[in-house]
């Protein structure tokens, strides 16, 4: 049984950073394509990163060049590095794995992640 568990989030201030991690557990397998959504209350889900199995990232354009996704295969774990962060940024964020593809194009679509951690809330303000 896949299970993520995500932690780092915290509140900070405008043109700050935070470092979120996402630990996989319950999968040894080599198809896997992690991804990091964001929701506000009351609006929609939404994709903000995405790396695959060749290491291979996409970014929605409201965070490119401002947030880096990685992974320590090593330790199972996903990173979402946040710089110059603003309020808009403001969010519960969730880590998310699929395992239907080797490849992933595109900013990630939570209709094709089955497997979602906790959560972890992003507090930037002004």
């Known amino acids: 049984q896949v299970q993520l568990v995500e932690s780092g989030g915290g509140s900070v201030q405008s043109g700050g950073s935070l470092r979120l991690s996402c630990a996989l557990s319950?999968?040894?397998?080599?198809?896997?394509?992690m991804g990091w959504f964001r929701q506000v209350t009351g609006k929609e889900r939404e994709g903000v990163a995405v790396?695959?199995?060749?290491?291979?990232?996409n970014y929605a354009d409201s965070v490119k060049g401002r947030f880096t996704i990685s992974q320590d295969n090593a330790k199972k774990t996903v990173y979402l590095q946040m710089n110059r962060l603003k309020p808009e940024d403001t969010a519960m964020y969730y880590c998310?794995?699929?395992?239907?593809?080797?490849?992933?194009?595109?900013?990630?679509?939570?209709?094709?992640?089955?497997?979602w951690g906790q959560g972890t809330q992003v507090t930037v303000s002004s």
């Open positions: 998310a794995a699929t395992l239907r593809y080797d490849v992933y194009l595109g900013v990630p679509n939570r209709g094709d992640f089955d497997y």
């Open positions: 319950g999968y040894t397998g080599r198809r896997i394509c």
């Open positions: 790396i695959d199995n060749r290491g291979t990232t």
